[in-house]
Each structure stands twice: as C-alpha cells, then as structure tokens.
C-alpha cells in the first residue's frame, strides 16, 4: 500500500499551514483546564474561526454542512494543528467526533439539518451519555429505560463519566427501549436536550483536578421521539458507527502531540543530564518507533475508511489499545527524566498529563474490550461466553 500524500494533499497542507501562521499569534490564552465554562468559550471560539475559514468538518459530506474533503485530508488537517500546537478540540469533541459524525451517517434529512450546522459553528457542544455504573466495561447492559408515551420517550436512570456534560447542550443518549429483548437488541439512540426537566448534572472531579465528567441523573425526563437516529431498538448498530469513529480518528490528533511530548523529552534529558543514561536513550528511542508505527497504522486504518464509504473499520481498535499503552510509557518515561521533584509537581502540565494518561486504558472501551474485538473480528478467535 502506497501511504505516501499526493500533490494535491500536499497543497492542501501548504495553504493549511499559511492560514495557522497567520491566525494562531493572535489567540488569547488558554483559560484554566479546572474552569469549563471558560473552557467552552475558548474551544467555541476556535470552532467559528475553523467554520469561518471553512475548516469545520472537513471531512463530512458536503450536505451536512462539511467540505466533504477526503479521510486523508482530514489526517493532514489533524497533523498540522497538532504539529502548530493549534487549540485542541476540548469541548467540542464530542460533537465532532462522536455525535456529528455520527447523524451524518445514520440520521434523517431533518436531524442533520437541526444538530449538524450548530456543532460545525460551535455554536452546540454535546456530551456523552454511554457509560452507568452498574454496567462496567459491558456497555449494552445499560439499564436506563425509556418507555413511550405517545410522541415522547420518558426516559429514566443514571449514567456516569459523561464527557462535557457540565457545559453540554444535548447529550448522545443510549436507552434502552424494550427490557425484555437481548440486551443488545433493545437499545436505541437519543439526542436528549440537556436542559429539559428532570434532568441533574453532578460533576466529577478526576485525579488531575478536571470537572471534565459528570454524573446525570435522569428523572422521567421527556425527549421527543423524533430525537431518535435510527430505528427503535437498533441503537447497538448505531453505536457501533459513533464507536467506530471514537477509535478510529478521535485520539489519532494526540499522536501527533505525544510525538511533540516525546521531543520535549529528549530534550529536557541532555539538558539535565539524564541523556548519558543508555538504557533511558533506548528507552526513549523505543517510543519514538512507536509512535511513527502508530501513525502509519492511522495511515493504513483511514485508507482502508475511504474505501468503505468514510466510517473506520475494526483497525481502530488496534490503534486504541496499543495507543492507550505508548502513552502510559511515554509519561513514565517523562517521570524518570524529570525525577520525583518534576514528575509529581501539580504545578507543572507534565504532572498533569501523566495522571491524565492513566485514564485512556479504560477511556473509549477499555483494553479488554479491545481485546476482545480484534481477537474476535481480526483473529476470527471463537467469542468468550
């Protein structure tokens, strides 16, 4: 496979890097991560000027509002922001990477129309309402249910570790909408507005001081039936397509980051003398193979997307799990480089980062889950009961 970028990608990329030239100087500072609602105006902020410059989803299909540029433009557009050290997605994330995406493949002409020009303007941030805390790792053992009563869904439950819910608009809600069928089958897929009665949003504060999840308790709380994508009980399937873009392209930007980190590294180390350690050196070297190894597999896993009508497939759970574990070895690398003084100052982002690291073997389906995936749908290994 030929995973070199042609010459129109390579223009694409050249004018993509005058233009953050050219805006980047002139952006405020970043507001405190503690602090959500700051934090949503600058990641809105940034959204519009991507949307106004006609950077906002790049690669969704042009009549839902995106530019319906190709998978690996969208790769460029990741790398060169992250190599800038443009503002990261933040708020907006789930929005653009999960839900938009999302509707775009599997809504109907009047829910595209609604949810997906407000995502691309930043005007909407939504959060992620998957995760309970009965259900562990096993997401279709959800137990919120949602029972009809003539156009409106009541809905009723708890979910746990929702992403942005503090400051979200609408939450991409999974319910369960017939008890009594296979719990894979009885699911379905809301759009629940967040401020509709009976909702409570309790924040959780992580191990790094963010507010960045939220406990949502949910008390007959009413969402139209049109705010359902897909049909009634094929939410699974639906939930597929949000997983796979979750895996397949949603951290493939921190690659890119953790390349800069790594960099970072190896020069903080011959600046404080840890570079005339052997086995630290190889060590960092060691991440840097990986890294570039887990780049061209995004290469491969979006080429592979481009010839299955833009959803990523299965290989975004090869990425995910091997992704989870580089970036836990680069921020204990970073600690022996920095010692315990440096490695465990709160003060400092490198502190922050490395508690944040241990979140992403469990984040977005945990390593066992993507265990089971590849040994199931790659090795073809019989499934466990």
């Known amino acids: 496979m030929d995973l070199a970028y042609t010459e129109a990608e390579e223009e694409f990329r050249g004018r993509l890097r005058e233009w953050l030239a050219a805006v980047l100087p002139g952006l405020p500072p970043k507001p405190s991560p503690d602090d959500w609602p700051a934090r949503r105006a600058y990641d809105t902020a940034w959204q519009r000027m991507l949307y106004d410059a006609g950077y906002a989803g790049l690669h969704w299909p042009a009549d839902a509002g995106g530019r319906g540029a190709t998978p690996t433009q969208h790769l460029i557009f990741l790398e060169e922001t992250e190599k800038a050290g443009a503002p990261y997605v933040g708020a907006n994330f789930v929005g653009l990477l999960h839900a938009g995406p999302t509707i775009a493949a599997e809504g109907t002409a009047e829910q595209r129309a609604r949810w997906l020009p407000p995502v691309l303007r930043g005007d909407e941030i939504w959060c992620q309402g998957f995760s309970e805390p009965d259900a562990g790792s096993d997401l279709a053992a959800l137990r919120t249910r949602a029972v009809r009563d003539g156009d409106d869904y009541v809905v009723s439950g708890q979910k746990i570790w929702t992403s942005h819910a503090e400051v979200a608009d609408w939450c991409e809600l999974l319910v369960r909408t017939d008890p009594g069928a296979p719990k894979h089958r009885g699911i379905s897929w809301l759009a629940m507005p967040m401020d509709a009665p009976g909702i409570t949003v309790r924040p959780l504060r992580t191990l790094a001081g963010s507010t960045e999840f939220a406990e949502v308790f949910l008390d007959e709380v009413r969402v139209p039936v049109r705010n359902r994508v897909g049909a009634e009980n094929d939410g699974w399937r639906v939930t597929m397509v949000t997983l796979s873009f979750e895996r397949g392209t ?136």
Do not use: M
């Open 250 to 385: 949603a951290f493939v930007g921190e690659v890119v980051a953790c390349r800069r980190t790594l960099d970072a590294l190896a020069a903080e180390a011959r600046r404080n003398g840890r570079w005339d350690d052997a086995v630290l050196r190889r060590r960092l070297g060691r991440l840097n193979a990986e890294f570039r190894a887990l780049w061209r597999l995004t290469q491969w896993n979006v080429g592979e997307s481009e010839r299955t009508g833009g959803v990523p497939g299965i290989g975004g759970s090869v990425f995910k799990l091997r992704y989870s574990g580089v970036r836990q070895e680069l921020y204990e690398a970073a600690a022996e480089v920095l010692g315990a003084e440096g490695a465990f100052d709160l003060d400092r982002e490198w502190a922050l980062d490395r508690l944040s690291s241990l979140s992403y073997t469990i984040a977005a389906g945990t390593s066992q889950i993507q265990r089971n995936i590849v040994a199931e749908r790659i090795l073809g290994l019989p499934k466990g009961r």
